[in-house]
């Protein structure tokens, strides 16, 4: 098959591709296997979205994904299973150390988490049912089907609701994704990009193709000599002997991120002074973009659809963060780097940029964005209360925030990357002792430095400082899954529930 | 200026011993913090000794010997040997004089579980000298930058921070003369005032100087000497390079996740980690030759052109070192570096592959390169769990300032400049403003 032609839409979950953005209602079920038999007999009829494209728009949809305990529990063999990355085995929160990197410390420790909280705890199945507005209880049912009850064991139910992409601190969310080169057109050689570029090899969100560094991310590969059922599976590109379990699938990584609102605007009023603009202000330089998502910055950058203004920028022509913080939240969650700092232009100056000289001190301390994107499917959940409501005293309290989805294709190097070394860093990009404004927990550091502040550099010279920020933003549950491909569904769906090995 | 200097006294450790000597170490450690000193313990109260940046004892065990068979050469015996290794403002001696003072009952209660040392008859200076191990290659993050002065510097900053904030909003942000007049009158004051000190940089050791000058050019006069025998060689070495490159085995071998979680439980307490790895060399004369060659400019060029902040691209790394132990056939490396292993390592891939695959591609393990700088450190995978494999928990460390990182640190060195150096234009002087 020419793969440069064909991408195996069809054996791909619709997640992969699509947000199901017009799909305004949606259903996260938290399920545990209850009956072996009965859980696979409905996992090889489920009518589970695939990613090619149809005429009419699709009225719904049905995405899953396993932990690692729910492979084990529908006898998917442990040698299969090390095949997957250690953190997918391991868990989000089977590591004290995992945990403190992530920033899971203080309030967001995971034994205080309503779900996820220990290994024991993990649901085995996460199920996500996305369909029109007033029809997912039809849609509930059709996909249930008779013995669902049977075959599963439902944990929780996470709370969704569709504001429009809004999500609840009152920003335009969604705006920043890469955009997968499912062509594969692009190099992945580092003499070839030297700047950012918003397009993504396939491999580092799915399974199975060459990711950024130009390898097969390890996942599960099955000889079928062994194992008959195998057959079915994809080829591995890169061992063509074996089938490829991992192929057209993805690691999804999902965390439950309480906000809350009336914090959030209470203590931004406070520091504005009451003055609405200011308030405004300081709000859009903590996020780095304007409540209805225009950027802080403007520059048009190749490689972006020009009329796609949320993303036709870098932040190369602002390196003190003048006009964007660098602690601000965007750049944190893509600070938009290429492979070289700006300034290069021949071989000379390629040369110097390599050995290190010519740089100014704060210059280069980022690494390059392209080994650290996330591909984010997230929906907000809670009541929504605008920005002008929540400053008030009496503003309701309510159950608010994100519950935050994204599909990487490795684990450690893309979202733990991303939380650990950008979003909790006190010290990213050379930042003085302050976390992420949005998501970062406020603990000090280890001396006892604050952390608990936010700067705004300033053309002036000296920066503005917002001290004393509180924690706006708690995890309640958490946890790493593995959205398989379907012909892999299908696989694990047929196994042989007593785990004999179906080729005796 | 005060060079920086090292030490590494090693000892194999007694037979059956090794867990007693590990208790004993952790109890130098901090009760919630694996791996990480207690700055004030009673064995070696780390923090009393004003010239030691970073310390550590490490258990160098060689685990992964057997993995040397691929190339159908048999392991070499290895004892587990303590190190104890550390780096320090001025010269060794005078510093390890200073520990045999100060730290001499727990020092000696440590080496006791060493061979050939018994508490009652040793000269613990003697001893630390005589198992003093040197290394091949060091990289010091800012040469000359003492402990004293990091202290002294961090704390300008933290009382010109807070100063500024509360002066800025009377003045204007605006009035950027005034402001800097204020603050250097402020810390004037505090000087006056006996809470800031700025301890004017002591004399260049004259035999340091010499030393180091000889060596800056002696070096490149050798070469330049040498140089037509290395062109005749070149070609020779080409082919052997690309043949040992094409038949070396790789080895694809995930790390166990219970070692790494050996490691990880000691990570990412403080803004710094440290690493330690220890392997064999690839064997024949080729590759050690390679490799001796290779880390013998690495240390040339970390004494003399990256000694101001940074090592080509990185600017995390504030010590590592490189060191041949059993008679050439096995190195040592040691680093203290900002961020999380993760973001280290990828740092490395992707801003200095290159100077990796130079530095290590000759040890056993290391994923295959092409043309010494190729690929190597690229293919992720491989990279990732060969160091990962090859990398020793460290039993005990020591930071003398936990919470900033060697970009803090130089940050901090700007904001003193600016308070001593006085004549700047507006942009300068707004520059300066910025960093505080």
């Not at chain 2, 940089?201 to 340091?208: D, I, R, V």
């Amino acid at each position: 098959m020419n793969k440069t032609s064909n991408f195996e839409f069809d054996d791909l979950q619709g997640l992969l591709r699509f947000g199901h953005g017009k799909l305004t209602d949606t259903c996260f079920m938290l399920l545990n296997i209850a009956d072996v038999n009965a859980a696979k007999q409905w996992l090889s009829a489920a009518p589970i979205t695939n990613a090619s494209t149809t005429d009419a728009l699709p009225d719904n949809a049905l995405q899953i994904a396993f932990s690692v305990e729910g492979l084990r529990m529908l006898k998917l063999k442990e040698s299969v299973i090390e095949g997957f990355s250690d953190e997918f085995i391991v868990g989000m929160t089977g590591d004290e150390s995992r945990s403190r990197r992530l920033g899971d410390v203080g309030d967001n420790t995971p034994s205080k988490w309503e779900w996820g909280g220990s290994e024991t705890a993990v649901p085995h199945v996460l199920l996500l049912l996305y369909a029109r507005q007033g029809e997912l209880d039809h849609w509930r049912t059709t996909v249930e089907g008779e013995h669902f009850a049977t075959a599963f064991h439902l944990l929780s139910q996470l709370p969704t609701q569709s504001i429009n992409e809004i999500e609840p601190f009152g920003f335009v969310d969604g705006i920043s994704q890469p955009t997968i080169d499912w062509m594969q057109k692009q190099s992945t050689d580092i003499h070839e990009r030297d700047r950012y570029s918003n397009l993504l090899a396939p491999g580092e969100m799915v399974l199975g193709y060459p990711n950024e560094y130009g390898y097969y991310t390890p996942r599960p590969l099955i000889d079928p000599q062994e194992d008959r059922l195998a057959a079915e599976l994809p080829d591995a590109e890169d061992e063509p002997r074996l089938k490829d379990l991992g192929r057209n699938g993805t690691y999804l990584v999902i965390r439950q991120l309480s906000q809350d609102v009336p914090g959030f605007w209470q203590f931004l009023d406070k520091e504005a002074a009451s003055d609405a603009d200011r308030r405004e202000q300081i709000a859009a330089a903590m996020v780095g973009r304007k409540r209805n998502g225009t950027p802080l910055i403007e520059q048009h950058i190749p490689g972006v659809a020009a009329e796609d203004h949320g993303n036709n920028f870098t932040f190369d022509l602002d390196p003190k963060g003048n006009h964007c913080p660098i602690g601000a939240h965007i750049r944190r969650a893509n600070p938009r780097t290429g492979d070289f700092p700006p300034g290069v232009t021949g071989l000379f100056s390629r040369l110097l940029k390599i050995l290190g000289f010519a740089q100014a001190p704060e210059e280069d301390l980022i690494a390059s964005s392209r080994f650290h994107r996330l591909l984010r499917r997230g929906r907000s959940y809670g009541p929504v209360l605008s920005p002008k409501d929540a400053v008030k005293p009496d503003a309701p309290a309510g159950d608010r925030g994100i519950q935050f989805i994204c599909l990487v294709a490795n684990i450690s190097r893309q979202f733990e990357f991303v939380q650990n070394a950008w979003m909790v860093n006190s010290k990213f990009g050379g930042v003085q002792n302050e976390r992420g404004p949005l998501v970062g927990h406020r603990k000090p550091l280890i001396d006892g430095q604050s952390t608990d502040h936010f700067n705004r550099p300033d053309a002036a010279g000296t920066m503005r400082t917002v001290c004393h920020l509180p924690q706006f933003v708690t995890v309640r549950g958490g946890g790493y899954f593995f959205m398989p491909g379907l012909r892999a569904l299908k696989y694990i769906a047929a196994t042989p529930a007593n785990g004999r090995d179906s080729a005796s | 200026m005060t060079p920086q200097s090292t030490f590494m006294i090693t000892a194999t450790v007694r037979v059956g011993e090794l867990k007693n000597l590990r208790a004993l170490l952790a109890s130098l450690n901090q009760e919630e913090i694996p791996g990480h000193a207690n700055p004030e313990n009673d064995l070696i109260p780390f923090g009393k000794f004003d010239r030691l940046h970073f310390a550590r004892f490490v258990i160098i065990e060689a685990k992964t010997a057997h993995e040397i068979t691929a190339f159908g050469v048999n392991p070499r015996p290895w004892r587990p040997t303590l190190a104890f290794l550390g780096d320090i403002d001025g010269d060794r001696v005078s510093f390890l004089t200073q520990l045999a003072e100060h730290a001499a009952s727990g020092l000696k209660q440590i080496f006791s579980y060493c061979e050939d040392f018994s508490e009652e008859d040793s000269d613990l200076l003697e001893w630390m000298k005589r198992h003093n191990v040197n290394q091949q290659a060091n990289y010091v993050n800012w040469i000359g930058r003492t402990v004293k002065q990091i202290h002294e510097e961090a704390a300008l900053h933290q009382s010109l921070s807070a100063y500024l904030q509360q002066i800025v909003d009377e003045v204007g942000r605006e009035n950027i003369r005034q402001l800097r007049q204020k603050l250097l009158s402020y810390v004037e004051m505090e000087k006056h005032k006996g809470r800031l000190t700025l301890t004017p940089p002591e004399p260049t050791p004259a035999g340091w100087k010499t030393k180091n000058l000889a060596h800056k050019f002696g070096v490149p006069l050798i070469l330049l000497l040498v140089s037509p025998i290395f062109l005749i060689i070149a070609p020779f070495f080409a082919i052997r390079l690309r043949m040992l490159e094409r038949s070396d085995p790789e080895l694809f071998i995930r790390t166990s996740r219970e070692h790494i979680k050996t490691l990880t439980v000691q990570e990412d307490w403080d803004v710094s980690n440290q690493y330690s790895v220890f392997g064999d060399v690839k064997p024949g004369l080729f590759r050690l030759l390679t490799f001796k060659f290779i880390v013998f400019l690495t240390d040339y060029i970390a004494k003399h052109i990256y000694n101001r902040g940074y090592l080509t691209r990185i600017k995390t790394i504030h010590f590592a070192r490189w060191v041949f132990v059993d008679n050439n056939h096995r190195v040592f490396f040691a680093s203290n570096y900002d961020g999380s292993h993760e973001s280290y390592m990828d740092d490395f891939i992707n801003k200095v592959g290159w100077g990796l695959n130079l530095l290590f591609s000759n040890g056993v393990g290391y994923p295959t390169t092409t043309w010494l700088i190729k690929d190597g450190a690229q293919r992720e995978h491989p990279f990732k769990y060969t160091q990962r494999r090859h990398q020793l928990p460290t039993e005990v460390w020591y930071k003398a300032y936990s919470g900033l990182t060697a970009v803090d640190l130089a940050r901090n060195s700007r904001i003193r400049q600016g308070v001593e150096n006085r004549q700047w234009n507006d942009a300068e002087l707004r520059e300066w403003l910025s960093l505080i």
